[in-house]
């Protein structure tokens, strides 16, 4: 697979979303916790965040106007009995915010062994046909006279245009 998330031509303006989610990776300083961003079919992605000591209840998932907003906070409690002699496994609280593009959904997300998944989808607009009726160009072929005033010494005499005014025969009389 490449490295392109949306390169089929059926799928315009899916580039927009992989920019939009390339740029919020690049644009977050901190690396705290570390995640994946997987293309599950050709309008699916799913994002995993590596969230090892969190529990269902630590973890908060939002979606705030058009980004995707995870938190995590870790109850305190249980830490401040135990004596570490050596604490490498995080025990912080985080938040990590995806932008995403007009129209993504959040379908769902699950805590597996410590990864948090969550699944976004761009719904697929629902097929509409409309059919447009062609016709034909039925402007009246009928005559009508009309009397054009006259103008600086010039008389018009009556002439005859169609009704669509693409013609005009007109005879001028000097005095």
């Known amino acids: 697979m490449s490295g392109r998330?949306?390169?089929?031509?059926?799928f315009l303006g899916f580039d927009h979303l992989e920019q939009i989610l390339e740029r919020a990776a690049k644009s977050t300083s901190d690396g705290y916790?570390?995640?994946n961003i997987e293309q599950i079919n050709s309008s699916s992605l799913r994002i995993t965040l590596a969230v090892a000591g969190f529990m269902m209840e630590d973890l908060q998932i939002t979606q705030e106007d058009n980004?995707?907003?995870?938190r995590?906070?870790?109850?305190?409690?249980?830490?401040?009995?135990?004596?570490?002699?050596?604490?490498?496994?995080?025990?912080?609280?985080?938040?990590?915010?995806f932008v995403l593009a007009e129209g993504?959904?959040?379908?769902?997300?699950?805590?597996d062994?410590?990864?948090?998944h969550i699944d976004i989808t761009?719904?697929?607009?629902?097929?509409?046909?409309?059919?447009?009726?062609?016709?034909?160009?039925?402007?009246?072929?009928?005559k009508t006279n009309t009397k054009v005033p006259a103008y600086k010494g010039h008389?018009?005499?009556?002439?005859?245009t169609e009704r669509s005014g693409l013609e005009r025969n007109i005879q001028t009389i000097e005095k």
């Open 5 to 10: 998330l949306f390169t089929s031509p059926m």
């Open 33 to 35: 916790p570390p995640y």
């Open 67 to 70: 980004q995707l907003v995870i």
């Open 72 to 97: 995590g906070r870790q109850c305190e409690d249980n830490t401040q009995e135990r004596v570490f002699l050596y604490r490498g496994i995080a025990a912080r609280q985080f938040q990590r915010a």
């Open 104 to 111: 993504i959904e959040v379908e769902s997300a699950w805590l």
């Open 113 to 116: 062994n410590g990864l948090l």
């Open 122 to 142: 761009r719904p697929q607009p629902e097929m509409k046909v409309r059919r447009i009726e062609i016709t034909q160009n039925t402007v009246s072929r009928k």
């Open 155 to 160: 008389l018009a005499e009556p002439h005859h």
